[in-house]
């Protein structure tokens, strides 16, 4: 038994154990003693992930007795996701169950948070050289009586009159170094200028090769781009998780978080910059050797790397980055600087600032080069942030003559469409169900997770295939699949591909006409489901399906894209555009062909349905490699027009009629030959769509 006012918690099968205080949720035990457990509507108790399995008896391996009643009382909201059966078995909801006593906590298969497969490639785009910080190199004559003159002054003086530079201002730890390195490189140094303004870094002997990260926060995944600034070739891309995910996966529900918990904002952001530096700190040693194991060596030495041979390894430290900028939503942005990102949730979502800042990477907390700065990129409004900033610096629509439609898919839809002459921005709520949260089976797109899918339009078999797995279903044994749930990219095939084999029709529902032994109801809720992989192909021993709800779910964000597309289109007097860019983390898998026929978007020719991966981590790195883009950036944050889509008179009409397949009444002249004919021309039934 744990001390007074403690429990002691044990979690299977990790053996995670530890004590907690009385009265705290299973999730945030779980946080304490490092177990992962899916919390996709962040604490919400709506989207049902966090199940576990509370163990009864005295388990005398761990000395402990685990009752279901220490798991304190039942909430209505359980309800909601676990049948009177599995009640009785001991199932709860991480979230709602307290600790009020010791437990052994069992977490099953489906509700462990396994790592997300990150993929943000860097894209070669064209960037011109023009970089914030520039490396000088100076000789200065020794001091004399004759000639006395301060050691910064000598530096100065060097400075302009080699390079034209003046007005020079210097940073204090920079100037506390100058002496020790001026002497140490025998009066020969490098000097390290931001934007022509401040001397950042002062270190003995000629260097050519500067080193600067540019980073993308996601709402989930954060990617970091580390450059040489010299050549600007991108040296290593790492990326992981959001460490904030625990807190809640979208947007909403990080506020919520903060709102909810006094240290909520302080934790996010510790979480975050904690996670920056463990970026930063990979990102350096991928330019080590690996290390060497000389314990037979007789020498106890610690293995350093060896000396570059061939320059093969750059050994770079944290201390060579020398300049930093960083993209996010609004959320992300001022959680990172700890500002209040409450409002930012709340019509009209005033964010706290617009502009791009410039602050000390010291004064945040990231421990690269102790003087450089950190770029964060402007916002231009509450639900359009520094992500959608570094996108349009990325596609840089406003040099175009093409209309081009932007479609930045994340837990949250931003839009931008227009081009040289004029540019206009919105968002849209798509909510979590294109990322899996709040479907049957919907999960990240981590090891496991089915990420295509096809169905064949005669037999309606299903073949598909599991990220971890290279080969397709049909090409394996069914024990070695090992599906597990369903993430984004298969999602967007699951509805195309159920519209286009006749399985569901137009407005979302099942065909009723439909014989096939994969479509059944489901004998707990009597709802309609369509099995996607059966229980001997799954590691959760239980059948993978998609449900009614879940369809609607799909429906739901995908009409909330289609009409902010279209009621953009309207504002701007257009019929139809040039290009379709679909951009995200999320835009690198989508299938264009699938997009378009499941409706995610207007019609358009498939060949100008183009994907730009993460454009938003590209627009972070155009402002890292030429300063220029920071301007440009601040240019187009202030001149793109964001416009509210909601409050249109006729938003729910429209959306309403967007949430069909793959609308109601818009015409597809591009899908022709992709869709059986019958189908496309379906007659519209509108019935049985409701909005929630
Ligand atoms: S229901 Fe518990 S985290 Fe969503």
């Keep these: 038994m744990g001390k007074r006012g403690k429990a002691m918690v044990i979690f299977q099968p990790s053996g995670r154990r530890g004590e907690v205080d009385k009265g705290v949720s299973i999730i945030e035990a779980s946080r304490q003693l ?16 966090c199940i576990v399995r509370i163990e009864e008896g005295f388990f005398e391996k761990y000395g402990i007795r685990s009752t279901k009643a220490n798991a304190g009382d039942w909430q209505k909201e359980e309800g909601k996701f676990i049948t009177p059966d599995k009640r009785e078995q001991g199932y709860r909801l991480g979230c709602c169950a307290q600790v009020q006593g010791d437990l052994l906590v069992f977490v099953p298969e489906e509700s462990r948070a396994g790592k997300q497969v990150v993929s943000k490639a860097a894209r070669a785009i064209h960037i011109d050289w023009d970089p914030a910080v520039k490396y000088y ?60 303004r401040e001397i950042i870094r002062v270190f003995p002997g000629k260097h050519e090769s500067y080193y600067g990260m540019a980073i993308d926060i996601g709402t989930t995944t954060v990617a970091a781009y580390f ?107 001022h959680i990172l600087l700890k500002l209040n990102p409450e409002h930012v949730g709340l019509a009209p979502f005033p964010p706290v600032a617009h502009k791009g800042l ?62 040289q002459e004029k540019l206009i921005s919105s968002s849209c709520a798509t909510g979590p169900a294109l990322e899996g949260a709040q479907l049957a089976f919907g999960m990240r797109a981590a090891p496991g997770a089915i990420e295509r899918i ?12 599991v990220i971890g797995r290279d080969a397709w279903k049909s090409y394996s044994k069914p024990e070695q699949v090992q599906a597990k749930g369903i993430c984004g990219s298969g999602i967007l095939d699951v509805l195309a591909e159920l519209y286009r084999s006749g399985i569901v029709l137009k407005s979302g529902r099942f065909n009723p006409q439909e014989k096939s032994k994969r479509l059944r109801k489901n004998s707990e809720n009597n709802q309609p489901e369509f099995v996607i992989a059966w229980k001997e192909e799954t590691s959760i021993d239980k059948d993978i399906v998609i449900t009614q709800k879940d369809i609607r779910q799909i429906q739901l964000a995908k009409g909330a894209l289609y009409c902010g597309c279209k009621l953009m289109m309207r504002r701007m007097g257009i019929e139809k555009v040039d290009r379709v860019k679909i951009a995200g983390a999320f835009g690198t898998h989508v299938d264009r062909e699938k997009a378009l026929i499941m409706g995610l978007f207007p019609d358009c020719e498939i060949e100008k349905i183009i994907s730009v991966g993460n454009a938003a981590g590209d627009g972070a790195r155009a402002a890292l490699l030429n300063r220029r883009k920071r301007e440009e950036a601040h240019w187009v944050s202030r001149n793109v027009q964001y416009i509210e889509l909601t409050v249109e008179k006729d938003f729910q009409e429209q959306f309403m009629q967007a949430m069909q397949i793959p609308h109601m009444k818009d015409e597809f002249p591009h899908l022709e030959g992709l869709v059986p004919e019958e189908i496309l021309n379906q007659i519209s039934k509108s019935q049985g769509l409701k909005l929630k």
Excluded at 378 to 405: M, R
Excluded at 454 to 465: F, G, L, M, S
């Design 34 to 49: 490092g177990v992962d457990i899916e919390t996709l509507c962040g604490e919400k108790r709506v989207c049902g992930k």
């Design 137 to 196: 190199y100076v000789e200065v004559a020794e001091p004399t009586f004759e000639e006395p003159t301060a050691d910064l002054e000598r530096i100065l003086d060097e400075l302009n009159h080699r390079y034209g530079l003046t007005g020079l201002d210097i940073d204090l730890l920079a100037l506390r170094n100058l002496p020790s390195q001026l002497r140490a490189g025998d009066w020969k140094v490098t000097v390290g200028v931001w934007m022509d």
């Design 227 to 333: 450059c040489n600034l010299v050549t600007m070739e991108v040296i290593d891309t790492v990326s992981m998780m959001n460490p904030q995910c625990k807190y809640g996966e979208d947007v909403m529900s990080r506020i919520t978080y903060h709102v909810m918990h006094p240290d909520g904002l302080q934790k996010m952001s510790d979480d975050i910059i904690q996670g920056i530096q463990g970026l930063v700190t990979q990102a350096c040693e991928g330019t080590h050797p690996p290390k060497i194991n000389k314990r037979n060596k007789g020498n106890d030495k610690k293995a350093t790397p060896e000396k570059a041979e061939d320059n093969q390894y750059l050994c770079l430290n944290p201390s060579d980055i020398i300049d930093m900028t960083i993209v996010g939503n609004t959320a992300m942005h």
């Design 358 to 419: 410039d602050i000390k990477a010291r004064d945040l907390g990231i421990g690269i080069n102790e003087s450089a700065y950190v770029h964060v990129l402007p916002i231009e409004a509450g639900f359009v942030g520094a992500d959608n900033v570094g996108v349009l610096i990325a596609e840089e629509p406003y040099k175009k003559e093409e209309i081009q439609l932007i479609i930045d898919i994340g837990t949250n839809g931003e839009l931008v469409l227009g081009n």
């Design 454 to 465: 096809t169905i064949d339009p005669d037999t309606h078999e299903v073949d598909y295939k």
